[in-house]
């Protein structure tokens, strides 16, 4: 059997607090017993258990990550941002993967609990009051990358705006019919698909042209569905000459859907999509690019300075988007020649 503590204290004629003490350095313990428990740890070649090293220190050294639909391109890049700065850390993580409103509620209602982690990493995400009341009152420390709460630190985008952009983008190119396919916009994890809708409006607005409802396409989340719905749009009787895809994994179905088609990008339609994921420079896509990688690194990095400094009020900070321009937007076809409006400032060209 491998020795315990028990042991250690045993040899050493001190009790097991004492032992903790010196393993620990938590409180200071005369020279003499110190020297015991040292030369008893050596006889013993006494290991001790880094869980129960933790926990006697107050701490789990643990990080609870809360991710929804894990396995999307996008939430791939930030984890690999959170990895990037946990290796060279002294922490640990746990990843709770979230695919269902019953899944949401029951991690949030048992994983914000003193003793299981020292802080939370909460992606993409919008919590109700009820749930940042019960981590306030757990206080523990919590950080959210991509959504905002007053009450927390957050590391947010500007969905609405940069949506916009994009939609923006193509009108100033000359396009009067963009379509947009999203996620479901009433899903309970819909707010970023409603933001960049309201977006996509607003841009209409601002422009004087009509919101064309049959423009407007909905399905779950991968590159198939993108392609379906894309292929629902192009082979309307008035189809769009544009389409802006919520994601870049939708964007890419559309392309395929175009392929299917014979239509050339961007002179048959443009497409424009949203994250610049790995695979959007590949295939030379315009894009909104958020800042993947670095949203995790900069959640991890605000997490551990709320670990350390618990009392300090909460930090918001905005990530930047940008619209980076590629190969799949163009002038329509049919006024290829004329002049097309003003593009917007806070492009990238690729």
């Known amino acids: 059997m491998p020795t315990t503590i028990h042991d250690v204290a045993k040899r050493a004629g001190v009790g097991i607090g004492t032992v903790s ?13 110190r020297q015991k428990v040292l030369t008893a740890v050596a006889e ?13 220190m107050g701490k789990t050294h643990t990080l ?21 700065v946990i290796a060279s850390s002294d922490y640990d993580i746990s990843l709770f993967t979230i695919e269902t409103v019953a899944q949401r509620n029951k991690v949030l209602q048992t994983v914000p609990r003193r003793g299981r982690v020292d802080g939370l990493l909460i992606f993409s995400m919008n919590l109700s009051e009820d749930d940042v009341r019960r981590i306030s009152q ?3 420390p919590t950080v959210l990358v991509e959504t905002a709460h007053p009450a927390l630190s957050s590391i947010w985008v500007n969905d609405v705006a940069a949506a916009q952009t994009a939609v923006e983008h193509l009108i100033s190119l000359g396009h009067q019919k963009v379509g947009y396919i999203s996620d479901y916009l009433d899903d309970p994890f819909g707010a970023f698909s409603r933001n960049r809708y309201l977006g996509y409006c607003q841009a209409h607005e601002l422009a004087g042209l009509p919101v064309r409802p049959e423009y407007l396409r909905q399905n779950e989340h991968s590159r198939a569905n993108g392609r379906c719905m894309g292929l629902e749009l192009l082979n309307l ?7 802006f895809a919520y994601s870049d994994e939708f964007a890419l179905g559309v392309l395929d859907a175009a392929r299917e088609l014979n239509l050339n990008v961007p002179r048959d339609l443009s497409v424009i999509g949203y994250d610049d994921i790995e695979l959007a420079h590949f295939a030379q896509l315009t894009t909104m690019r958020q800042h993947l990688f670095q949203s995790g690194v900069q959640g991890v990095e605000l997490l551990l ?39 917007p400032s806070s492009v990238t060209y690729k």
């Open 44 to 56: 013993l070649d006494f290991v001790p258990n880094p869980s129960g090293r933790r926990l006697s």
């Open 64 to 84: 609870g990550i809360l991710i929804p639909f894990f396995t999307g391109s996008s939430q791939v890049e930030r984890l690999r941002g959170v990895m990037s």
């Open 237 to 243: 009787p008035d189809r769009p000459t544009a389409i």
């Open 138 to 140: 757990e206080k523990i």
């Open 305 to 343: 300075d709320v670990i350390e400094n618990k009392d300090t009020s909460p930090t918001q900070l905005q990530l930047p988007t940008e619209l980076v321009i590629r190969q799949t937007t163009a002038p329509p076809q049919e006024i290829e020649k004329h002049t097309v409006g003003r593009l």
């Open 21 to 33: 003490s010196v393993i620990n350095n938590s409180r200071p313990v005369n020279e003499a017993t």
